[in-house]
């Protein structure tokens, strides 16, 4: 065994998918790259770790509001470019070539080009870790779209994608919650 700096922990348990959080302040619609999410249980609940240096939360913060879009790994580029710029000065939608579709219930946009969105309201800040708890209020999924692997960031740069799927549902229905 070699050893890893501690402060390098953290890339040996990548969290959910890297996501696309978009929001809105009333004028502008925004979208930020997030690479820290986590799963609340078997609800739609989700929390995403962000804070202010992210020129969404204030929006976020302020509205209460935000879609988690899903991309895909041909989005990769795509999505590490929404991360590395800022909403202050660019707008996202338009470098990136995104197009924005209205959502059921929330005022900032889906995004066509991604896979699935989940549109929610912010129900907790936990200012402490910078954790976002979200409540999922609808759900979209693109099953025609032919890419559906997701982006895991590793945490220094490199990303990992999905692979094929493994069905246990069957070994598994007894210990699962209706419904899944």
């Not at 609340?40 to 509001?65: D, M, V």
């Not at 129900?123 to 692997?149: C, F, M, P, W």
């Amino acid at each position: 065994m070699e050893s890893l700096a501690i402060g390098r922990a953290f890339t040996l348990i990548e969290p959910g998918p890297v996501v696309l959080v978009t929001t809105s302040d009333g004028r502008k619609d925004n979208v930020m790259t997030i690479s820290w999410t986590m799963v609340l249980g078997f609800g739609a609940e989700f929390a995403i770790t962000t804070g202010p240096w992210n020129h969404s939360y204030a929006a976020l913060l302020a509205t209460r509001e935000c879609v988690i879009a899903i991309p895909t790994v041909d989005l990769i580029d795509t999505v590490v470019g929404i991360g590395t710029c800022s909403g202050r000065d660019t707008d996202k939608f338009a470098r990136f070539g995104l197009t924005a579709v209205t959502a059921a219930e929330v005022r900032p946009p889906l995004i066509r080009e991604c896979l699935a969105h989940i549109e929610c309201r912010v129900v907790e800040v936990v200012e402490r870790h910078n954790i976002v708890v979200l409540q999922g209020v609808a759900a979209h999924i693109d099953s025609t779209r032919a890419e559906k692997r997701t982006i895991h960031a590793v945490g220094d740069g490199t990303f990992i994608t999905d692979g094929g799927r493994i069905d246990r549902k069957a070994m598994m229905r007894s210990k699962l919650p209706d419904g899944i």
